[in-house]
């Protein structure tokens, strides 16, 4: 039976390239990172993350259980709806950014690569007394990226039925003869699915969408794409030293009249603040480099931000990083400096 491995031959056989990357050991690019790139933003591109975090929670009680843990609304998703989400820790900081996915019998979350073990102690720590079951998935399911303009196209091709159209949502779809779970995505912008389906499918899933038209893209263009969708990682960008309303994702990631849940007295007092005194944006260099992680952002010649990831981007064309910056420097059009060249403070999609 096809495995994981037989999964990684593919990637192999079409040119990957493996080195370090999020999560270990990935496919970093197929022989033309700038060429991926282009599907990614301009037909459909097709990434492996099968090494992201998956965990599903069943029984009676998943809902309000997980309602209590995160901060968004999570006991009113139907079936086939999903959300962004943080879990913080009881003084509001970061803990998880994930995806919460509502199926008709579980809940299933899903995250950085790496996480399992830390999230699935989370959350047996706060479970008690609750009807709640978790399950590991990371080792039993695969999951492909399919993104870009064409990628609705080349999927609704393969399916047995409509693709789901709001943001997270899903639909248990026979796709190229396999059962997988299909879930609209902005990882990197509108227009992308991750599909998910049993580890032994995984080969078979991804063959099935290359042929259809899918481009095969590692993890150098996905960088490029998600930094400039403003989309951030968890341990790259994110970190338990932040605040949710630091990322700059409230709308999609944050309900504020949910009621009670861990970290929310932090989260309510900001909000009634007004504001953070960091941000989460998009910074554009006048370099030629992109700058390292960690780069200082000055303005008047005191250190105002600090980059979190970066990248050379297509799109802007010029350097493009994720940043740190303080209130009042983090509008866009802001001009800062830095040892990478003049700077500024750019909207991105989802920053």
Same mark, same amino acid.
């Given at each position: 039976?096809?495995?994981?491995?037989?999964?990684?031959?593919? /990637?192999?056989?079409?040119?990957?390239?493996?080195?370090?990357?999020?999560?270990?050991? @990935?496919?970093?690019?197929?022989?033309?990172?700038?060429?991926?790139?282009?599907?990614?933003?301009?037909?459909?591109?097709?990434?492996?993350?099968?090494?992201?975090?998956?965990?599903?929670?069943?029984?009676?009680? *998943?809902?309000? +259980?997980?309602?209590?843990?995160?901060?968004?609304?999570?006991?009113?998703?139907?079936?086939?709806?999903?959300?962004?989400?943080?879990?913080?820790?009881?003084?509001?900081?970061?803990?998880?950014?994930? +995806?919460?996915?509502?199926?008709?019998?579980?809940?299933?979350?899903?995250?950085?690569?790496?996480?399992?073990?830390?999230?699935?102690?989370?959350?047996?720590?706060?479970?008690?007394?609750?009807?709640?079951? /978790?399950? =590991?998935?990371? @080792?039993?399911?695969?999951? !492909?990226?399919?993104?870009?303009?064409?990628?609705?196209?080349?999927?609704?091709?393969?399916?047995?039925?409509?693709?789901?159209?709001?943001? !997270?949502?899903?639909?248990?779809?026979?796709?190229?003869?396999?059962?997988?779970?299909?879930?609209?995505?902005?990882?990197?912008?509108?227009?992308?699915?991750? $599909?998910?389906?049993?580890?032994?499918?995984?080969?078979? /899933?991804?063959?099935?969408?290359? =042929? =259809?038209?899918? *481009?095969?893209?590692?993890?150098?263009?996905?960088?490029?794409?998600?930094?400039?969708?403003?989309?951030?990682?968890?341990?790259?960008?994110?970190?338990?030293?932040?605040?949710?309303?630091?990322?700059?994702?409230?709308?999609?990631?944050?309900?504020? $009249?949910?009621?009670?849940?861990?970290?929310?007295?932090?989260?309510?007092?900001?909000?009634?603040?007004?504001? $953070?005194?960091?941000?989460?944006?998009?910074?554009? +260099?006048?370099?030629?480099?992109?700058?390292?992680?960690?780069?200082?952002?000055?303005?008047?010649? @005191?250190?105002?931000?600090?980059?979190?990831?970066?990248?050379?981007?297509? *799109? +802007? @064309?010029?350097?493009?990083?994720? =940043?740190?910056?303080?209130?009042?420097?983090?509008?866009?059009?802001?001009?800062?400096?830095?040892?990478?060249?003049?700077?500024?403070?750019?909207?991105?999609?989802?920053?």
């Amino acid at each position: 039976m096809p495995d994981a491995a037989s999964l990684n031959d593919a /990637l192999r056989a079409a040119g990957a390239v493996f080195g370090a990357a999020v999560g270990g050991d @990935q496919a970093l690019h197929f022989g033309d990172a700038a060429a991926e790139y282009d599907a990614l933003a301009k037909a459909a591109g097709l990434v492996d993350l099968s090494a992201r975090t998956r965990i599903e929670l069943s029984g009676e009680d *998943r809902a309000a +259980f997980l309602h209590n843990l995160c901060t968004n609304e999570i006991r009113k998703l139907p079936p086939g709806a999903g959300c962004e989400a943080f879990l913080a820790d009881a003084r509001g900081h970061v803990l998880f950014h994930v +995806f919460v996915v509502c199926r008709p019998e579980s809940l299933l979350v899903e995250t950085m690569p790496g996480d399992e073990a830390r999230l699935l102690a989370h959350l047996d720590r706060y479970l008690i007394r609750e009807k709640v079951t /978790l399950a =590991a998935r990371s @080792q039993e399911t695969s999951e !492909l990226l399919v993104a870009g303009p064409n990628a609705a196209e080349i999927l609704a091709r393969l399916a047995s039925v409509a693709l789901p159209e709001p943001r !997270l949502g899903s639909a248990e779809i026979d796709l190229a003869g396999c059962q997988a779970l299909v879930v609209r995505t902005e990882l990197i912008g509108a227009g992308g699915f991750l $599909v998910i389906g049993d580890r032994a499918d995984g080969e078979r /899933l991804w063959r099935a969408l290359h =042929a =259809a038209g899918a *481009r095969p893209c590692g993890f150098e263009a996905l960088e490029t794409a998600r930094i400039e969708a403003g989309f951030p990682w968890y341990g790259i960008d994110i970190s338990d030293k932040n605040l949710p309303q630091e990322v700059g994702r409230d709308e999609l990631a944050i309900s504020f $009249v949910k009621g009670c849940y861990l970290g929310q007295e932090t989260v309510a007092r900001i909000d009634a603040l007004g504001h $953070v005194n960091k941000l989460l944006v998009g910074v554009k +260099f006048a370099g030629d480099g992109a700058p390292t992680a960690g780069a200082e952002l000055k303005a008047a010649e @005191q250190t105002v931000g600090e980059v979190a990831s970066a990248c050379y981007s297509p *799109r +802007f @064309q010029a350097p493009l990083a994720l =940043a740190y910056v303080r209130r009042g420097h983090n509008e866009p059009g802001a001009r800062l400096e830095s040892s990478f060249g003049a700077a500024e403070v750019v909207k991105l999609p989802g920053a």
